[in-house]
């Protein structure tokens, strides 16, 4: 029933941009703090941002503070997710999901996933 699918990934060279969003249904959109996270080759997850539930707070991981932003738009059921400044380490698999709180998310404690869609950042 909830279903949340990432959408804008794809190969860019270092010092180029690209916007992930994430399309929800099935959920009470509002009532969720939204995140991204990412796993990198033969890393673990890592988490890279947050909203809370109004987009008033914002919540980033230090390697990405000042190059990524996220948004939510809360009339279209979306969250995104802006990347400047891109660099080889951001390659990854990035993941949308959905948990209680914003704060809750930054330790993982969420409720939903998204499939994750591919950035790969070429030097």
């Known amino acids: 029933q909830v279903q949340l699918v990432e959408s804008g990934g794809g190969s860019v060279q270092a010092g180029g941009s690209l916007r992930l969003s994430c399309a929800t249904s099935?959920?009470?959109?509002?009532?969720?703090?939204m995140g991204w996270f990412r796993r990198a080759p033969g890393k673990e997850r890592e988490f890279v941002a947050a909203?809370?539930?109004?987009?008033?707070?914002?919540y980033y991981a230090a390697s990405v503070k000042g190059r990524f932003i996220i948004s939510r738009d809360n009339a279209a059921n979306t969250v995104s997710l802006q990347m400047n400044s891109l660099r080889p380490e951001d390659t990854a698999v990035y993941y949308c999901s959905a948990g209680t709180t914003a704060a809750a998310t930054m330790r993982e404690a969420v409720d939903y996933w998204g499939k994750g869609t591919l950035v790969t950042v070429s030097s």
């Open positions: 909203i809370s539930k109004s987009g008033s707070l914002t």
């Open positions: 099935g959920l009470t959109f509002t009532n969720y703090g």
